[in-house]
């Protein structure tokens, strides 16, 4: 949950509480009904009403809004067993990630985007490869890395990895005399 849903939640725990707490005061003879009455016309003439009305509008809505909103990007993968789910956060599968792309000649530094949903593990790649190699074939072998580690560690097989070479790196020349 992020911290403005949380902020929202409990300024609408104060609010309703602060009505429940009112509502057991009337209930309770705490106070006579016109008291009541009185409060909400003063505080309607000098404007103190119409700001708590908008208030508590735009918390209702950002609270409907909330509740109708669907939960986001799932924390992990969720690999089903015969004795049950193992689930992996999507930190430790980048840094599988990662690690298998990484393995393969050629490939010098890499960003790496994860998304999970119905129907799998998406991995999208950007690499930064060497200037002195084939590029389909090392995106071949990159692919074929990424998605047979991912396999063979998480149980699970991607549906998908995408490789994009965002650049070719110079070629590292030796300082030799």
């Known amino acids: 949950m992020r911290t403005v849903d949380r902020i929202l939640l409990f300024v609408a725990a104060v609010v309703i509480s602060a009505a429940a707490l009112g ?20 505080a309607m003439r000098t404007g103190d009403l119409y700001i708590a009305a908008i208030f508590l509008t735009t918390l209702a809505v950002a609270l409907l809004c909330f ?16 004795l049950g789910q193992v689930r992996v956060g ?13 393995s393969i000649r050629g490939v010098r530094e890499i960003k790496t985007d994860l998304s999970v949903d119905k129907l799998g593990l998406s991995v999208n790649l950007k690499l930064l490869v060497a200037s002195d190699l084939s590029l389909p074939e090392l995106t071949s072998q990159v692919q074929e890395a990424v998605s047979s580690y991912i396999q063979q560690t998480v149980g699970i097989a991607p549906k998908q990895v995408n490789v994009l070479v965002r650049n070719v790196a110079e070629p590292i020349r030796s300082r030799v005399n």
């Open 23 to 42: 509502l057991w005061g009337y209930l309770a003879a705490w106070y006579a009904p016109g008291e009541i009455l009185g409060v909400l016309d003063r």
């Open 67 to 82: 509740s109708l909103t669907s939960p986001g990007q799932p924390k992990g993968v969720v690999a089903e067993t015969d």
């Open 90 to 102: 999507m930190e430790a599968v980048d840094s599988l990630v990662r690690k298998a792309a990484l």
